[in-house]
């Protein structure tokens, strides 16, 4: 069965600090990967998304991806209370249909 | 863009009734999910369907759960009869063919039954 793993949390980081979240997946054949934020009551949005082995940059947000060590992450710098959610990571493998396989998700908590 | 649209946002009923829920992608995604969402499972896929076919629904908890995609813009998932247990939030996520730059989801109906 094809996994994607999550700690569930709570990650709890005072405000300003860099929160990492971290992401492991199992079927060696995915090949995009992306990050979805959802705040309690809200549906998931999409934030970042990585395709390639390294990083990539958008703002405050950092994804990085090791696909020799099936390892995924989102950095986030200077952490706001705003930025308090849980943090979906997901895989997608093309060659076995288009679906996602969601992690059970990181609920981080910034405190002020 | 309107962005995926979802009716209703929230759905109170009794056991044993019917449950309609409706859900129109963004236009030009070919691809259509539903999502339940609850505390103890997560997100759970249900079904999908490209180019309006179903093509995976193995996801369906059981034969009171059926799906249509009649056309590109509109899908529909229902329950009947409905049972406390299928008390959850429904999300339908609509994306390019392919997936390569995710899904787009709606903002779900929160579905009681009592």
């Known amino acids: 069965q094809k996994e994607v793993e999550q700690n569930s949390g709570p990650l709890s980081v005072p405000e300003g600090a860099i929160a990492s979240l971290n992401c492991t997946y199992s079927d060696r054949g995915s090949q995009s990967f992306f990050w979805y934020r959802q705040y309690s009551g809200k549906s998931p949005e999409l934030i970042m998304s990585i395709y390639s082995n390294g990083d990539k940059e958008d703002g405050r947000f950092t994804a990085q991806l090791n696909k020799a060590s099936q390892y995924v992450s989102l950095l986030i710098r200077d952490s706001q209370p705003s930025d308090s959610a849980t943090y979906l990571c997901?895989?997608?493998?093309?060659?076995?249909?288009?679906?996602?396989?969601f992690g059970g998700g990181t609920r981080l908590m910034v405190k002020p | 863009d309107a962005g995926v649209i979802q009716s209703p946002r929230h759905e109170v009923t009794e056991m044993g009734q019917e449950v309609t829920l409706r859900c129109k992608p963004i236009s030009g995604h070919n691809s259509l999910f539903w999502y339940r969402q609850t505390m103890m499972r997560g997100l759970e896929l249900l079904i999908y369907f490209n180019n309006n076919v179903p093509i995976d629904d193995s996801g369906m908890p059981e034969d009171r759960f059926s799906a249509k995609m009649p056309n590109a813009s509109f899908s529909t998932l229902k329950i009947q009869p409905s049972e406390p247990r299928d008390s959850a939030v429904y999300f339908c996520?609509?994306?390019?063919?392919?997936?390569?730059?995710?899904?787009?989801f709606g903002s779900g109906t929160r579905l009681t039954v009592v």
């Open positions: 997901a895989a997608l493998n093309n060659n076995a249909g288009n679906m996602l396989t």
């Open positions: 996520a609509s994306a390019r063919t392919g997936g390569w730059f995710g899904y787009t």
